[in-house]
T-cell receptor, first 115, second 111 residues
Framework: KAGVTQTPRYLIKTRGQQVTLSCSPISGHRSVSWYQQTPGQGLQFLFEYFSETQRNKGNFPGRFSGRQFSNSRSEMNVSTLELGDSALYLC??????????????FGPGTRLTVL | EDKVVQSPLSLVVHEGDTVTLNCSYEVTNFRSLLWYKQEKKAPTFLFMLTSSGIEKKSGRLSSILDKKELFSILNITATQTGDSAVYLCAGVIQGAQKLVFGQGTRLTINP
């Protein structure tokens, strides 16, 4: 079974631009979560989508948004980029959301550099 | 605010040594604690601990959870250079797919 895929793998943007990252979950998985990883803050939860609905949200500003499509693929958008948004963005998929915890499988990440 | 703290942040040992990594947590509606190993890319799952005092083992790795004192340890015996990685622990929030991660412990095994 193919793993979680993320595109693009690397991105370089400048301050003020916006960016869209994509995540394709493991086939059959309906929950997609996004995380930001930086050296200073570690891995931080951004949001989780299940059946095209945002079910959980972390403490990030409104510049960070996401969506999920009917095929469970998810996109994450960051508008008005700041230098501090430079990070590795990881997505993770799992079979379901809510109730007993289901193991999350992580993708390889998208490395975003903001200049 | 939910918080997971790992110690030490960095550890350098020689091949063959035994190491213990620590993870303490303050997570509202705590359900489980997870350990991951992260090399260059995606974190890979090691253990999920839900019950207190029950050790989980996988080869040279083992882990245990203490829900009274709110901490977990990850032990690696007879370390190998391939064990070099960042080890992450994360608290699972009850009823959600949300993980609260610690900062990670960067483990370096020298030959």
């Amino acid at each position: 079974k193919a793993g979680v895929t993320q595109t693009p793998r690397y991105l370089i943007k400048t301050r003020g631009q916006q960016v869209t990252l994509s995540c394709s979950p493991i086939s059959g998985h309906r929950s997609v979560s996004w995380y930001q990883q930086t050296p200073g803050q570690g891995l931080q939860f951004l949001f989780e989508y299940f059946s095209e609905t945002q079910r959980n949200k972390g403490n990030f500003p409104g510049r960070f948004s996401g969506r999920q499509f009917s095929n469970s693929r998810s996109e994450m958008n960051v508008s008005t980029l700041e230098l501090g948004d430079s990070a590795l963005y990881l997505c993770a998929s799992s079979f379901s959301s809510g109730g007993p915890y289901n193991e999350q499988f992580f993708g390889p990440g998208t490395r975003l550099t903001v200049l | 605010e939910d918080k997971v703290v790992q110690s030490p942040l960095s550890l350098v040992v020689h091949e063959g040594d035994t190491v213990t990594l620590n993870c303490s947590y303050e997570v509202t509606n705590f359900r489980s604690l997870l350990w991951y190993k992260q090399e260059k890319k995606a974190p890979t799952f090691l253990f999920m601990l839900t019950s207190s005092g029950i050790e989980k083992k996988s080869g040279r790795l083992s882990s245990i959870l203490d829900k009274k004192e709110l901490f977990s340890i990850l032990n690696i015996t007879a370390t190998q250079t391939g064990d070099s990685a960042v080890y992450l622990c994360a608290g699972v929030i009850q009823g959600a797919q949300k993980l609260v991660f610690g900062q990670g412990t960067r483990l370096t095994i020298n030959p």
